[in-house]
């Protein structure tokens, strides 16, 4: 910086611009998830081509893999079963949301049946990120209130000590 670069006295310099952190190999994971799920829910696409094009996608180099694959085609192999887990939670046929809701909410709900090793709190919050991202306005309540309604039926234990773990002791 020159005598000519510093701000005047008494003016207060600009901060730094913020950088948004690096996204997470899993989130990108997910992110590539739900492009190849919302392709299928469009065209009904095989999952194989769905896939091959997902991976000439920029970035596919930077996801985790195995998460991708196992979200992707454990989400198509299970699509039926998984919209039956969630027609106890929703106010309409999963035919009637839109695809990138649908694709987020299939996905949360296939990392809480699955994946345990993930908290269900950090799978519904993915998901909800994912729906503020790519979902409309107000997708990502609709999506939250409805993992955690399934949540609590794929994860009781856990659902139940976490709930009881925020009350106010008496």
Known sequence: MTVHDAPAPGTPAKPAARRAPPKSSRRRSRELA???????????????????????????DKCDLA????????????????????????????????????????????????????????????????AKSFGGTDGHKYVNGVLDKAAADLRPDEVRAARAARRPAE
Not at 34 to 60: K, P, V
Request: aromatic share 6%; with cysteine.
């Open 67 to 130: 998460h991708f694959e196992l979200l992707l085609h454990g989400c198509l192999a299970e699509a039926a079963e998984l919209d039956a887990l969630l027609a106890r939670h929703l106010d309409r046929k999963t035919a009637h949301l839109s695809p990138v809701e649908h694709g987020v909410l299939m996905i949360g709900t296939y990392e809480l049946k699955h994946c345990v090793a993930i908290p269900y709190r950090v799978a519904i919050n993915e998901a909800v990120e994912l």
């Open 34 to 60: 739900l492009m190849g799920l919302y392709q299928w829910l469009a065209s009904g696409e095989d999952g194989a081509a769905i896939e091959a094009h997902i991976r000439e996608q920029d970035g596919f």
